[in-house]
């Protein structure tokens, strides 16, 4: 009997190879499983079926993680306005991990003896699918064909052809990974330091040109609402922005960051919910949390980006982060007003019950009710001693 492995499938170029080389070169028993983490709808699903199945796997399975990748991940994310490099809402890099945790499973559930992923090796994602691989089931042996290779797209192109694989080439000049979290395009344009994506690399394009008006409604930090409609389930709120934004061309942009083994790396991407819910939920904190809590919620929501970013999603550390996000979020309750235009968008203001910014206490820059002047004067003189002492010790001015 041939022995069994299991490929996380996309269907994209680098699966289709490793597909076909694992079984005719391996004489490996193929099963491929997509890992669906929302980017996928069911005509796209059931295209990669049929693509796996012509390329001569034994059995393809959709896995929809979904769900759990919004609980364990995206909440959190949100919850810690996560921008890698102040840009990128590590789309990719926080799918990887929850989407290798649900094919391993499925290995051990089958009885694999291997587990194989398509990942070149100059990139993260080889360092996010073997740590999870090797950390929930080290008796399962891991193949990497393009990585062990080293092929470049030409030479996988080439290999399928010489075996009888039809396919639109010219769509797999770009990598694209699609998720509930954003979409990231890599190729051609993004392996150079002066190019940028041309509009056509998109998938989504500009369709909306009327400026728009809308309301987002956070409850507890998570979006649960969009103009008015509010959604039990916080994963079809995203969808719902997506649908509303997307049009718009919002939430693209090109990320240029350290990638985990020490080589720069560039990735467009295009992310409208994304991008919108993390800086919309980030002016709500603004009006309904103190200083001290936005400081160091800025602290641990960087550690925490930065942990997933590096495939440390199973470090303990992480779960103590999402307690302090978890608690930092009791008044974080309001409604967030956006205006969407071509290419951009505009916060225009938030309603909350939490808001801090009281009248009865004071208007900034117009009237104070809480203190008088005399309040103000001594406070100021108390606040100056310490360096008042300083500069006549020193004369540092």
Same mark, same amino acid.
Request: charged fraction near 25%; charge should be negative.
């Given at each position: 009997?041939?022995?069994?492995?299991?490929?996380?499938?996309?269907?994209?170029?680098?699966?289709?190879?490793?597909?076909?080389?694992?079984?005719?070169?391996?004489?490996?028993?193929?099963?491929?499983?997509?890992?669906?983490?929302?980017?996928?709808?069911?005509?796209?699903?059931?295209?990669?079926?049929?693509?796996?199945?012509?390329?001569?796997?034994?059995?393809?399975?959709?896995?929809? *993680?979904?769900?759990?990748?919004?609980?364990?991940?995206?909440?959190?994310?949100?919850?810690?306005?996560?921008?890698?490099?102040?840009?990128?809402?590590?789309?990719?890099?926080?799918?990887?991990?929850?989407?290798?945790?649900?094919?391993?499973?499925?290995?051990?559930?089958?009885?694999?003896?291997?587990?194989?992923?398509?990942?070149?090796?100059?990139?993260?994602?080889? *360092?996010?699918?073997?740590?999870?691989?090797?950390?929930?089931?080290?008796?399962?042996?891991?193949?990497?064909?393009?990585?062990?290779?080293?092929?470049?797209? +030409?030479?996988?192109?080439?290999?399928?052809?010489?075996?009888?694989?039809?396919?639109?080439?010219?769509?797999?000049?770009?990598?694209?990974?699609?998720?509930?979290?954003?979409?990231?395009?890599?190729?051609?344009?993004?392996?150079?330091?002066?190019?940028?994506?041309?509009?056509?690399?998109?998938?989504?394009?500009?369709?909306?040109?009327?400026?728009?008006?809308?309301?987002?409604?956070?409850?507890?930090?998570?979006?649960?609402?969009?103009?008015?409609?509010?959604?039990?389930?916080?994963?079809?709120?995203?969808?719902?922005?997506?649908?509303?934004?997307?049009?718009?061309?919002?939430?693209?942009d090109m990320h240029i960051g350290d990638t985990i083994i020490g080589i720069?790396?560039?990735?467009?991407?295009?992310?409208?919910?994304?991008?919108?819910?993390?800086?919309?939920?980030?002016?709500?904190?603004?009006?309904?949390?103190?200083?001290?809590?936005?400081?160091?919620?800025? +602290?641990?929501?960087?550690?925490?980006?930065?942990?997933?970013?590096?495939?440390?999603?199973?470090?303990?550390?992480?779960?103590?982060?999402?307690?302090?996000?978890?608690?930092?979020?009791?008044?974080?309750?309001?409604?967030?007003?956006?205006?969407?235009?071509?290419?951009?968008?505009?916060?225009?203001?938030?309603?909350?019950?939490?808001?801090?910014?009281?009248?009865?206490?004071?208007?900034?820059?117009?009237?104070?009710?809480?203190?008088?002047?005399?309040?103000?004067?001594?406070?100021?003189?108390?606040?100056?001693?310490?360096?008042?002492?300083?500069?006549?010790?020193?004369?540092?001015?």
């Amino acid at each position: 009997m041939k022995e069994k492995v299991v490929l996380a499938f996309s269907g994209g170029l680098d699966t289709s190879y490793c597909a076909k080389y694992l079984s005719v070169e391996k004489n490996l028993e193929v099963y491929t499983a997509i890992a669906n983490t929302g980017g996928f709808s069911q005509a796209e699903l059931d295209a990669i079926e049929k693509k796996a199945y012509n390329l001569g796997a034994v059995k393809h399975v959709a896995l929809d *993680v979904t769900d759990t990748y919004y609980e364990k991940s995206i909440k959190y994310m949100v919850f810690g306005n996560v921008l890698r490099n102040n840009t990128y809402p590590i789309s990719v890099s926080s799918e990887r991990v929850f989407q290798a945790i649900a094919i391993i499973e499925y290995a051990k559930q089958i009885g694999a003896k291997y587990v194989a992923h398509g990942s070149t090796g100059a990139g993260n994602d080889q *360092v996010r699918f073997d740590l999870t691989f090797q950390i929930l089931a080290p008796e399962i042996g891991i193949l990497t064909p393009t990585r062990d290779l080293e092929l470049s797209r +030409q030479e996988e192109i080439d290999y399928l052809k010489a075996h009888g694989v039809e396919a639109d080439w010219k769509k797999m000049d770009y990598s694209i990974n699609k998720g509930l979290w954003g979409t990231s395009i890599g190729g051609k344009e993004t392996l150079k330091s002066n190019k940028t994506l041309p509009e056509e690399a998109y998938p989504s394009q500009l369709t909306e040109t009327e400026e728009k008006e809308i309301t987002l409604d956070y409850i507890a930090g998570e979006l649960k609402g969009v103009n008015g409609e509010i959604f039990e389930n916080p994963v079809n709120a995203i969808r719902a922005l997506e649908a509303v934004a997307s049009p718009y061309a919002v939430g693209r942009d090109m990320h240029i960051g350290d990638t985990i083994i020490g080589i720069k790396g560039r990735v467009g991407f295009e992310a409208a919910a994304p991008i919108i819910a993390i800086k919309a939920h980030q002016m709500l904190e603004k009006h309904t949390l103190t200083k001290w809590q936005q400081y160091w919620k800025e +602290q641990l929501g960087n550690w925490y980006g930065m942990f997933l970013h590096e495939a440390l999603y199973f470090e303990p550390v992480m779960r103590d982060i999402e307690k302090f996000l978890e608690n930092s979020q009791q008044t974080v309750t309001g409604k967030v007003i956006v205006k969407l235009k071509p290419y951009n968008f505009v916060l225009v203001g938030v309603e909350s019950d939490h808001d801090l910014m009281r009248s009865e206490f004071g208007e900034y820059g117009e009237k104070n009710s809480a203190w008088t002047a005399d309040d103000v004067k001594g406070f100021t003189k108390v606040l100056s001693t310490s360096l008042k002492i300083h500069n006549s010790v020193n004369h540092s001015f």
